[in-house]
Nanobody
Framework: QVQLVESGGGLVQAGGSLRLACAASGGTVSRFAMGWFRQAPGKEREFVAL????????GYEDSVKGRFTISRDNAKNTVYLQMISLKPEDTAVYYCAADREGGSRWSSNYDYWGQGTQVTVSS
């Protein structure tokens, strides 16, 4: 059973940066597509970014393009989300997820989820 654990969240001022990490255990995710999602208070969970198993393809939600970068290190069984130029509207709990198939913007396609890490951006 794959377990995902996110880390790296915290409180940052607008314009600042954070790097989230998602470490997998209990199995390798090197052949899984990986995604990052977020959920703000009172809102539905939304897609942020995805990466295919090899790292050759990435996709982003429009509002984070040019500011967020998803990457992976399959040797470390870890996926990252580098976030720069953070805005107050980026405040949310960020979740990573693993998809046995090719990856999707739809959360229902993902097979495993982490517990989330809080990102708070102050204005």
């Amino acid at each position: 059973q794959v377990q995902l654990v996110e880390s790296g969240g915290g409180l940052v001022q607008a314009g600042g940066s954070l790097r989230l990490a998602c470490a997998a255990s209990g199995g390798t995710v090197s052949r899984f597509a990986m995604g990052w999602f977020r959920q703000a208070p009172g809102k539905e969970r939304e897609f942020v970014a995805l990466i295919n198993w090899s790292g050759s393809y990435t996709g982003y939600e429009d509002s984070v393009k040019g500011r967020f970068t998803i990457s992976r290190d399959n040797a470390k069984n870890t996926v990252y989300l580098q976030m720069i130029s953070l805005k107050p509207e980026d405040t949310a709990v960020y979740y990573c997820a693993a998809d046995r198939e090719g990856g999707s913007r739809w959360s229902s396609n993902y097979d495993y989820w982490g517990q989330g890490t809080q990102v708070t951006v102050s204005s």
